[in-house]
């Protein structure tokens, strides 16, 4: 057991990183994740982490470099955000291709233009399809504990994926909470040297990245696609033997269920929200309204059964997102919907999108959104297909 | 022809080593400059390196999944992203221990000179223990003869057609070593796949540097220069013997030019055999020999000395 801090998002994430022993970390600065690697500077400056640190000029390159020492054997992180992840876009593809299992902590902001610095998760749920696990952190400890879970799952021979920790950026990175940091001989215990079978040595001279022909090509891609499968297993199975081993409290491995047993309505989203949304949801039950949460804590694999079995007898489900597929809706919605397609119960979705750009997502916003899916349950249509929370009519 | 050295080459440095470490049955097209060059290339940096490749030619022709000419460890990630990858290799072998590996970064004019360039900077920058080798073909010939940074003026290429109104690519050449002399690189030299002892011993030279290196390799192509794929080692030596490319390395920023040709050769006998110059007037060869004359005169005045 180790001892409680308090200490900052960025700072608290950067200590378990360091107990996780990486032996090559190469970052560039980016708003809001640049506390991250700066403290993992620190560590290394200190001769307190024994790894090589990589002042890259991209954000492209920093993953590219990954990339290079991931192949070669060696554990490697980066932390990134925003326009900085949208720059790797085209590597993220490529370390998943390539099966390098880097870890990456995705301090979740929103994508100009408008220009913003706050936090929304459209940077991640862009790299959707990128080929990398993602996993949504609720607060700061859980972010602590999901960098150390997910190297175990990344390098998991298995699995062989890479890996995003997405926590918001500012309200988690930011943020002063009182945390747990796994200690490095129980981390070393839980997480095993990474010693891939496959890697790049004179004695063994393997070619990685070649070109596949389309008599080649879909055989890679369905082996990535049985590893993400193998993924939703094992992110299972760590996430229980760590809370065992560190002593937490069980909050959830694919997904998280908050009093959604004999739930009317559902609450559905992930990230930082989640706090408010469990808060709100206490309020709504003391005055007898029955509503649950649903916090999605793995995108990528996506739950789809488990998120099924979780909702399957809600009237109305509310899905609050801070991301839009413009021109469409929200992305968990849409991915929710799709999966109840092919179900015999189907409860009402409403979709909102809130909290784009930093936008606080206050409780009696929520309270609103709980009310629509009430009234959405008792067969009034909503006016809208894709509803924006909180938007300022005034301004448009 | 034989190559006359400017500077003495002991005898064990004038016989290329017998090991291959690029398997044959590639598929480069006949005549390819660049597959010459990596084979001399790899003679030289030895079994006990890795190599990182950029997306282009070398890669296409020499990873069909699942064969492989490589007989080093090799990687290739992206187009423009090979400096970093290699970085990363580089880092990590000194993370976990491992030393004596040499890294070498292997990628075309495109990937090390234009979209890559930034990456190669900043490993430059961070002296990364990295040796660079870059087989300029002029162009980017796997995508089929678009102009790049390395065209030389006058030449046409896909992107830089001929017209009535325009004469090919409109601008020179990019002076790679004198960026790299802006970067502080220790050892800078330019070879030719028609003096390949030159080539082997300075590529020996560049990895045995601690710190970055860069050899920039000149690689004619039949396809995408025009020219019948028997005649590349012929371009390759006229480039030399007519000013065109420069055979030299600049140690610690003095300059030595390897191999200067008793009396420079027309370039028109180097334009005129190959298509991609054949639009050119009299009048544009000899702005490209007065150029050619320039350049060689000012570089020939400061051989020995220090170009910094």
New interface residues.
């Given amino acids: 057991m180790g001892r409680l801090e308090i200490m900052q998002g960025g700072a608290a994430v950067a200590n378990a990183v360091k107990n996780c022993e990486p032996n090559v970390i190469a970052a560039y600065p980016i708003t809001p994740a640049t506390i991250i690697v700066e403290s993992l500077a620190e560590f290394v400056a200190d001769g307190i982490l024994k790894a090589e640190y990589i002042n890259v000029e991209s954000e492209h390159s920093a993953i590219s470099a990954l990339i290079g020492a991931s192949s070669v054997g060696a554990r490697t992180f980066s932390a990134t955000s925003s326009q900085g992840l949208a720059l790797m876009h085209e590597a993220l593809f490529n370390a998943s291709g390539l099966r390098l299992p880097v870890v990456m902590v995705v301090a979740n902001r929103a994508l100009s233009a408008p220009l913003s610095i706050w936090n929304d998760q459209q940077d991640s749920i862009s790299q959707r399809d990128s080929g990398w696990i993602q996993l949504y952190a609720e607060d700061v400890q859980e972010a602590v504990d999901m960098c150390v879970q997910a190297y175990r799952v990344a390098e998991d021979p298995k699995v062989l994926l890479p890996a995003m920790v997405c926590m918001d950026g500012f309200i988690l990175t930011h943020v002063y909470e009182p945390v747990e940091i796994p200690p490095l001989e129980e981390v070393r215990r839980f997480l095993p040297p990474f010693n891939p079978k496959n890697k790049l040595i004179p004695e063994c001279p393997l070619s990685f990245g070649m070109f596949a022909d389309p008599s080649f090509y879909t055989e890679f891609k369905y082996l990535q696609h049985t590893a993400f499968m193998e993924a939703k297993k094992t992110i299972k199975k760590v996430a229980s033997e760590f809370c065992k081993s560190f002593g937490r409290d069980n909050y959830g491995d694919l997904i998280q269920e908050y009093r959604t047993k004999d739930a009317e309505v559902v609450l559905v989203s992930m990230g930082s929200l989640i706090g408010t949304l469990k808060d709100a949801v206490d309020d709504l039950r003391e005055k007898g309204i029955k509503v649950g949460v649903l916090k999605v804590r793995s995108f990528r694999p996506f739950p789809s059964e488990e998120i099924y079995n979780s909702i399957k007898e809600a009237k109305a489900i509310a899905v609050i997102e801070k991301d839009i597929s413009l021109g469409l809706g929200g992305a968990l919605l849409l991915e929710i919907r799709s999966e109840l397609y092919s179900k015999p119960k189907k409860p009402i979705t409403l979709g909102f999108i809130a909290g784009l750009g930093g936008r606080d997502i206050p409780k009696p916003s929520i309270n609103r959104v709980v009310e629509k899916a009430f009234a959405a349950a008792e067969g009034r249509k909503a006016k809208e297909e894709v509803e924006f929370l909180d938007l300022r009519k005034e301004m448009i | 022809m034989t190559m006359k050295p400017s500077l003495k080459i002991e005898k064990s440095k004038l016989r290329l080593p017998e090991t291959e470490l690029f398997g044959p049955g590639s598929r480069a097209c006949a005549g390819c400059g660049e597959l010459l060059a990596v084979r001399h290339a790899l003679k030289a940096t030895g079994?006990?390196?890795?190599v990182?490749s950029a997306t282009g030619c070398m890669?296409?022709i020499s990873?069909?999944?699942?064969e492989?000419a490589?007989?080093?460890?090799?990687?290739?990630?992206?187009f423009?992203?090979a400096?970093?990858?290699?970085?990363?290799?580089?880092?990590?072998?000194?993370?976990?221990g491992?030393s004596g590996?040499r890294v070498v970064v292997m990628g075309g004019d495109g990937a090390l000179a234009d979209i890559g360039f930034?990456?190669v900077?900043?490993a430059l920058?961070?002296r990364q223990s990295l040796t660079y080798i870059l087989t300029d073909n002029e162009a980017y010939m796997n995508t089929g003869i678009q102009s790049s940074g390395t065209t030389p003026y006058g030449a046409w290429t896909t992107t830089t057609p001929a017209g009535a109104v325009k004469k090919g690519k409109e601008t020179p050449k990019k002076d790679l070593v004198r960026i790299m002399l802006g970067h502080g690189v220790q050892y800078i030299a330019t070879a030719s796949i028609a003096y390949p002892i030159d080539l082997v011993n300075k590529v020996k030279k560049a990895v045995s540097v601690d710190g970055p290196s860069f050899v920039h390799i000149s690689c004619p192509c039949p396809i995408g220069w025009h020219f019948p794929p028997e005649k590349t080692v012929e371009i390759a030596r006229l480039a030399v013997d007519t000013g065109m490319w420069i055979i030299y390395e600049v140690e610690r920023g003095i300059l030595r030019i390897t191999y200067k040709p008793d009396r420079l050769k027309p370039v028109r006998d180097y334009l005129v055999l190959q298509g991609r110059f054949e639009h050119l007037s009299d009048a544009d060869i000899e702005k490209i020999q007065s150029d050619c004359t320039k350049s060689y005169e000012n570089l020939v005045n400061r051989d020995g000395k220090s170009l910094i």
Avoid at chain 2, 63 to 66: D, F
Avoid at chain 2, 72 to 78: A, D, E, K, Y
């Fill in positions: 079994s006990n390196s890795i990182v890669e296409v990873s069909p999944y699942p492989s490589w007989k080093t460890p090799w990687i290739h990630s992206l423009e992203n400096a970093a990858v290699a970085s990363g290799v580089e880092s990590a072998l000194k993370a976990l491992k590996i930034g990456a900077s900043g920058d961070r």
